[in-house]
């Protein structure tokens, strides 16, 4: 009798304790500080290279998703003959650096680090320059766009070397793979509408003079 009067305590506690009322403004301590890398993981990686690779990981973060950005306002804001080719290769673009930007914070946060995420840390972060909030003329917008490829191009080429270097295959791998190919192919698929190209007219060769 006196376990059956202890059970039925013990139970009267536990439903006193749930709560269908939502517990609103919740604020603690963060269980990880930015710039820091976890210890527990076992990646046969010492804690200086998370620590470096990290960092430069948040880097290459911070720019491929201002250039994910980028696209889509050159998306919204395309006009001109071009408008309907242009609108969807930018929307391709987009997407794709969607997927890249998801794969670069995946990785920072599998070395035991912390990736950026919100705008404001992301505006602080990039090195790519920031356009203006009207619209441009396409020309202007395929020209900022291959100026943002190429800060990260760069920069893909100098981290996949350091990668190399202290021996993280998997950010290596990444970077070259995913982040240069993408960016570099993009590169050319914008580069190719920058040609002064007839439309509907070919140039007539043109006759050498015979002196």
Known sequence: MA???QNARAS???????????RLHQRAPEIQEYGTVSHALPLDLEEPVRLEMTEQLNLLLADSITLRDL???????????????????????????????????????LLGGISLA????????????????????????????????????????????RADEVGDDGTNDLVISNVLRTNELQS???????????????????????G
């Not at 290769?89 to 890249?100: G, T, Y």
Request: proline share 7%; with cysteine.
């Open 12 to 22: 009267a506690t536990e439903r006193q304790r749930v709560n269908a009322q939502p």
């Open 188 to 210: 050319w698929f914008l580069f190719e509408h920058l040609v002064e190209e007839p439309l509907v007219k070919a140039d007539e060769p043109r006759l050498r003079s015979v």
């Open 118 to 161: 919100m705008a404001p840390d992301i505006a602080e972060t990039t090195r790519i320059e920031r356009p203006p909030r009207g619209r441009e003329e396409v020309p202007v917008q395929i020209s900022r766009l291959l100026d943002a490829h190429q800060v990260i191009i760069r920069h893909c080429r100098e981290l996949a070397r």
């Open 3 to 5: 376990r059956k009067d």
């Open 71 to 109: 696209y889509k306002k050159s998306h919204w804001q395309v006009s001109g003959p071009t408008f309907y080719q242009l609108h969807h290769l930018f929307d391709k673009h987009f997407n794709e650096q969607v997927e890249i930007v998801d794969l670069i914070a995946e990785r920072i946060q």
